[in-house]
């Protein structure tokens, strides 16, 4: 069965903190990985994609991490703030990218 | 910035009823995404659709759930006879061409149905 997994469920942190949230998935033939953010009652928005053929992708203060053969993931923030605060889901999608897989999130508190 | 809208916002219906949740995909998506996530619980995947059919579809995705995409910018599901445990949140989303690898899915706001 395919699955994902994510550490820690929830994360406290203070302000200014760098921070790793990691992802395990169960399906190595992954066609890619995607981080995704979502806030109460909100729908998801996208932070970053990894496709099957790399190894990480960085936008601002994110860095996502692919380690296929281990089946893991990792997205770290940098300079953490407040508004960082929010679910963070790991999801992936299998061959084709038809079918995509979620975890149950990192809920992130950054107290400022 | 283009993005996927959906309606209702809230849908509340008796057990039984049929419903119709309607997505419009950002316009020069190909790929088309039906998602629910219970209260609490993880987003899970319903069905994937592309070049007017289904692509692939999971084990929740069973006879009381169709999609169809009606027109050029429309993509909807029904659930024929609603029942309790259908209450979620139903979100949809679009994607360009997965076929490079490169997609994104951007995700609309949901619906939140709740069946009574």
């Known amino acids: 069965k395919q699955e994902v997994t994510q550490i820690p469920a929830a994360l406290s942190v203070p302000e200014g903190e760098n921070l790793v949230l990691n992802c395990s998935f169960t399906?190595?033939?992954?066609?890619?990985l995607q981080w995704f953010r979502q806030d109460p009652g909100k729908g998801l928005t996208s932070l970053l994609l990894?496709?099957?053929?790399?190894r990480e992708q960085t936008s601002g203060r994110l860095n996502a991490s692919l380690d296929k053969s281990s089946g893991r993931s990792t997205l770290y923030i940098a300079a953490s703030q407040p508004g960082d605060s929010a679910t963070y889901l790991c999801?992936?999608?299998?061959?084709?990218?038809?079918?995509?897989?979620f975890g149950a999130g990192t809920r992130l508190f950054v107290k400022a | 910035e283009p993005e996927v809208t959906q309606t209702p916002s809230h849908q509340v219906t008796q057990m039984g009823q049929e419903v119709i949740l309607r997505c419009v995909p950002i316009?020069?998506?190909?790929?088309f995404y039906w998602y629910r996530q219970i209260l609490g619980q993880k987003v899970e995947f319903l069905v994937s659709?592309?070049?007017?059919?289904?692509?692939?579809k999971s084990e929740i995705f069973d006879d009381q759930f169709s999609v169809e995409r009606p027109d050029g910018s429309n993509f909807t599901l029904k659930i024929r006879s609603t029942k309790l445990e259908d209450s979620a949140m139903y979100f949809c989303?679009?994607?360009?061409?997965?076929?490079?690898?490169?997609?994104?899915?951007?995700f609309g706001p949901g619906t939140r149905l709740t069946v009574l």
């Open positions: 989303a679009s994607s360009g061409d997965p076929g490079r690898s490169t997609d994104t899915q951007y």
């Open positions: 399906d190595s033939a992954i066609y890619n």
């Open positions: 990894i496709q099957s053929s790399q």
């Open positions: 999801a992936f999608s299998n061959t084709g990218g038809f079918k995509t897989i």
């Open positions: 316009s020069n998506h190909l790929y």
């Open positions: 659709f592309y070049n007017n059919e289904i692509s692939e």
